[in-house]
């Protein structure tokens, strides 16, 4: 049961344009949403979240979006540069997640593979 | 600043041996994770430990049991290694219980199990 959905394997993108990574939930117990990255050989890195209080967190070129009624939240990475190539994974917490506190305790996503070509 | 250290990088095993995973972080974070990670899968939450002392099982507990040395460290062990823990494993801690935040993760530990 993938309680958190990546449905794009990947995303190619020109240098300069937009990226709009997407991710559906679908456990409405999940109050606060991640995006991290990953380079190949390297360990995920923290990139941008957003609680369910919100609809929208801006962060320089990375913006994240949430619809709470949808249970879709989405990455926009504008402009997009070759540097943003990696993988992005979408994850959530919250009283969804099983057994005890749910703080730290994240589900993620299966991963978008994003390319950005110069 | 290392923040979260992962060893062995690599490993190779054959099925039936048995094996630990160390991880240390020097954040002073109060919890600690294991996840492994699978094509098409994402991260998988193996174990975690959200203070120095306790220990919970995640989504995929099976066939790995965990200690929490101390603040520091948070090692998992394969007892007998099967073909299907061929993964790579990440550690992660975070701040706790501040509330919830990011993790932070280390390399990663690619291991096979033949």
């Known amino acids: 049961d993938q309680q958190v959905k990546q449905n794009s394997p990947s995303l190619s993108v020109q240098e300069g344009r937009i990226s709009i990574l997407n991710c559906d939930y679908t456990n409405s117990m999940f109050d606060y949403f991640l995006w991290y990255k990953k380079y190949p050989a390297e360990g995920p890195t923290f990139l941008i979240s957003?609680?369910?209080?919100?609809d929208k967190n801006e962060d320089g070129r990375f913006t994240v979006f949430l619809n709470k009624s949808a249970k879709h939240l989405s990455l926009h990475i504008v402009p997009s540069q070759p540097g943003d190539s990696a993988v992005y994974f979408c994850?959530?917490?919250?009283?969804?997640?099983?057994?005890?506190?749910?703080?730290?305790?994240?589900?993620f996503g299966q991963g978008t593979i994003l390319t950005v070509h110069p | 600043n290392a923040g979260v250290t992962q060893t062995p990088k690599f490993q190779v095993l054959k099925t039936g041996q048995s094996m630990t995973l160390q991880c240390a972080q020097d954040?002073?974070?109060?919890?600690m994770y294991w996840y492994r990670q699978d094509p098409g899968m994402g991260l998988r939450l193996i174990y975690y430990?959200?203070?120095?002392?306790?220990?919970d099982k995640g989504e995929v507990p099976n066939g790995y049991n965990v200690s929490r040395l101390n603040k520091r460290e948070f090692s998992l062990r394969l007892e007998s290694a099967a073909p299907s823990q061929t993964s790579v494993y990440f550690c992660?801690?975070?701040?706790?219980?501040?509330?919830?935040?990011?993790?932070?993760f280390g390399e990663g530990s690619r291991l096979t199990v033949l």
């Open positions: 994850a959530a917490s919250g009283e969804g997640n099983a057994g005890g506190t749910s703080y730290g305790k994240l589900t």
């Open positions: 957003i609680s369910s209080i919100k």
């Open positions: 430990s959200a203070s120095e002392g306790t220990t």
């Open positions: 954040m002073n974070h109060n919890s």
């Open positions: 992660a801690s975070s701040l706790q219980p501040v509330g919830v935040g990011e993790l932070f």
